[in-house]
């Protein structure tokens, strides 16, 4: 009978090689783009030459579809919940904040490499939004006009508008939220919880009725 422990030892080893590629590409493709980062690139940081990385990734734009479908897979369970977060009790609100602080700790360069995507993105990068965040966002946003239409919502708000904002307030701060600001205290190592939060009470502030707000 043969040894099932070590026959899964060497795919556990390809499936750990293949994670380490994507998240190389992953910060590359943040830092530089997708155009501007090689395969030669991404192996260096993996320690690996060109050919190996193409042994599991034949072509870049295969690995760049696996990293976006992976980023994509995490943003679309936070995207529903953003607006809960926000209208809901404090209890619910500090929860998501914890699980966004530990995102940008477990994946650093996920938020800004959907910045980038947002800023710049390509054809390619246009059709996998389209595929796999523009259904999440339009459901989304019917939950944010039905907020308008209960009186949740300020009745000054432009809902299209308000929600584009929400959108492009939350990812720039989780994208920016591995960097210590000048003006935050360095003694305190809770800052990226303490941004975040004030991220949302901004929002919440801002479309909220007076009654949901406080």
């Known amino acids: 009978m043969p040894n099932t422990s070590t026959a899964r030892t060497p795919r556990k080893k390809t499936l750990e ?16 783009g997708f155009d501007a980062t090689s ?3 991404i192996g260096d940081v993996v320690g690996m030459g060109k050919q190996a990385v193409r042994y599991h990734y034949p072509s870049k734009e295969q690995l760049r579809r696996e990293v976006y479908e992976e980023m994509a897979a995490k943003w679309a369970d936070f995207i529903p ?13 500090e929860r998501l904040i914890d699980e966004l602080v530990e ?41 944010f006009q039905e907020l308008k239409e209960a009186g949740i919502i300020r009745d000054d708000v432009d809902p299209a508008a308000a929600y584009v904002v ?5 990812v720039p701060v989780l994208a920016l ?34 009654a949901t707000a406080n």
């Open 81 to 93: 919940r953003l607006l809960k977060a926000l209208v809901g009790p404090d209890a619910t609100r």
């Open 39 to 41: 395969v030669q690139a």
């Open 17 to 32: 090689t293949r994670r380490r590629i994507r998240e190389a590409a992953k910060q590359l493709f943040a830092e530089r």
């Open 103 to 143: 995102l940008v700790d477990d994946e650093p360069h996920l938020a800004p490499l959907v910045l980038r995507d947002m800023l710049e993105g390509d054809s390619l990068a246009k059709a996998m939004a389209a595929r796999d965040f523009i259904p999440h966002l339009e459901r989304s946003f019917e939950e």
């Open 166 to 170: 929400l959108l492009h307030t939350i």
């Open 177 to 210: 939220a591995t960097r210590r600001s000048r003006f935050e205290n360095e003694a305190n190592d809770d800052w990226r919880r303490i941004r975040i939060r004030e991220a949302f009470r901004l929002l919440r502030n801002g479309l909220f009725a007076e």
